[in-house]
């Protein structure tokens, strides 16, 4: 055979063989998927195994600090969003100090049971709710806009004991409990 026709027959059993090369390599990738599957089902089974016999669901203890921020920055983000839209705009002919005035009687009845009626939140209810609730004087709580309290108060925090007041209220009290919020910050700490 002429050296022509030994690299042309070559050349037809590699084609040939090509289609085989390929399944074979097809049968690799999918066993490789298969233990990759595999592994990581073992790893999320030990995980839930690991949660559930470690989780209580006792609310003595205080959210841990991952819990915490993980949560935190959700309710950041959601409010944030959530408080773009929607929000009315505040009643132009009432002045302030009689919003607060009023915003103050509301909190007196909605709120202070958990926030506390100084808003620091030391009732036994609010401390010891999970998480607890927030104190308002913080500036945690004092850095939302007020859409934000607007939205917080009308719509309350799911997975957490916010309540929403947005059928209990009007649209024109919740502005004045957020008017009152806000004043709440005004205020100097340690009982001044
Ligand atoms: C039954 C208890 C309860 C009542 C009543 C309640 N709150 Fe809350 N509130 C909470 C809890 C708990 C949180 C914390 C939620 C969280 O951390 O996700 C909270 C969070 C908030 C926040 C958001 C603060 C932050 O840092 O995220 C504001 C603002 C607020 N409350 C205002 C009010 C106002 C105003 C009222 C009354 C109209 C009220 N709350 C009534 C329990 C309550």
Redesign the pocket.
């Known amino acids: 055979m002429s050296p022509s026709i030994v690299l042309q027959e070559l050349q037809v059993e590699r084609k040939r063989a090509g289609p085989a090369l390929i399944s074979l390599r097809g049968d690799h990738a999918s066993a490789y998927r298969l233990w990759v599957v595999v592994v990581l089902a073992v790893i999320a089974i030990s995980l839930v195994a690991v949660f559930l016999t470690r989780f209580r669901l006792s609310a003595i203890e205080a959210p841990g600090r991952l819990e915490t921020s993980v949560?935190?920055r959700g309710?950041r983000f959601f409010i944030e969003r959530a408080s773009r839209q929607g929000i009315p705009p505040p009643p132009k002919d009432k002045d302030r100090k009689s919003s607060i005035a009023q915003g103050d009687m509301?909190?007196g009845i909605?709120?202070s049971?958990?926030?506390g009626r100084d808003g620091r939140a030391t009732t036994d209810?609010?401390r010891w709710?999970y998480?607890?609730?927030?104190d308002?004087t913080s500036a945690?709580?004092q850095s939302?806009s007020d859409r934000e309290?607007f939205w917080?108060?009308k719509n309350g925090?799911r997975f957490?004991?916010?309540?929403a007041?947005g059928k209990v209220?009007s649209d024109e009290n919740i502005w004045n409990?957020v008017n009152f919020?806000r004043s709440l910050g005004a205020k100097p700490k340690n009982g001044g």
């Open positions: 949560a935190n309710k509301l909190y909605d709120c049971m958990c926030h209810m609010g709710m998480p607890r609730a927030v308002l945690e709580a939302y309290l917080t108060i925090i957490s004991g916010m309540p007041f209220e409990l919020v």
